[in-house]
């Protein structure tokens, strides 16, 4: 099975919120986010044609920011994934009818606010920051809010989870439009020839050389 038939599976299974396709998220993009009033749920699709190689940097970066993480496989990848992921880890395995539960996710408690910040907008992130009473926050740079959240204790985690959760949600009609521009855009350019290669340039004839005077 490849991504997209998986994908097919797992949107019926995402009721309330909404859900985002490819966000960028820490070094990585989560395939798939299901974003409700009360929680972040990443997904990670490895089909049959898909490797592990990026599993730990995935798994570390969809962990400090959702509260709850699942991977989707194969049952190709079903043995050698599991000893690479933490018990709070949830697991569904794909067939061609169905994805069958292995182990359902719990809650993650490694959710950090820095790197939850980072799924927003640095402007978004300022405003949140000023709202809370920090003088100065609009003048702050990207890397000094980063080492205020890594340090504060006067931001509740759970405010900051609301807040970006409000913000990429309020944010989805816009990401859809940006997409469909972006399709019919690559849907106007002419199609590429498969193995098309590029003429070869004509050498120009070399000049005669001029009889040497004798």
């Known amino acids: 099975m490849n991504d997209p038939e998986i994908r097919a599976l797992l949107y019926p299974q995402l009721l309330g919120g909404v859900r985002i396709d490819e966000l960028p998220t820490g070094t990585t993009r989560a395939d798939v986010v299901h974003i409700t009033e009360q929680f972040m749920h990443g997904y990670e699709v490895k089909g049959d044609g898909d490797t592990l190689q990026r599993v730990a940097n995935q798994l570390r970066c969809y962990g400090e920011v959702y509260d709850f993480v699942t991977f989707i496989v194969t049952e190709k990848h079903l043995a050698k994934l599991l000893p690479l992921l933490p018990e709070w880890v949830g697991v569904l395995v794909a067939s061609a009818e169905e994805l069958r539960p292995h182990r359902a996710a719990t809650y993650n408690a490694t959710v950090a606010l820095a790197p939850l910040a980072k799924l927003i907008l640095l402007e978004e992130v300022k405003q949140f ?3 809370r ?25 759970s405010s900051l989870a609301q807040y970006v959760r409000d913000r990429l949600i309020a944010r989805l009609p816009e990401r859809l439009l940006m997409r469909a521009e972006r399709k019919a855009e690559r849907e106007r350019l002419p199609p590429r020839r498969k193995n098309a290669r590029p003429k070869a340039k004509k050498k120009k004839p070399a000049g005669r050389k001029k009889a040497s005077a004798a």
């Open 129 to 131: 920051l000023l709202a």
């Open 133 to 157: 009473g920090l003088a100065g926050a609009s003048t702050l740079r990207s890397r000094e809010i980063g080492q205020f959240l890594r340090t504060t204790s006067t931001v509740p985690l």
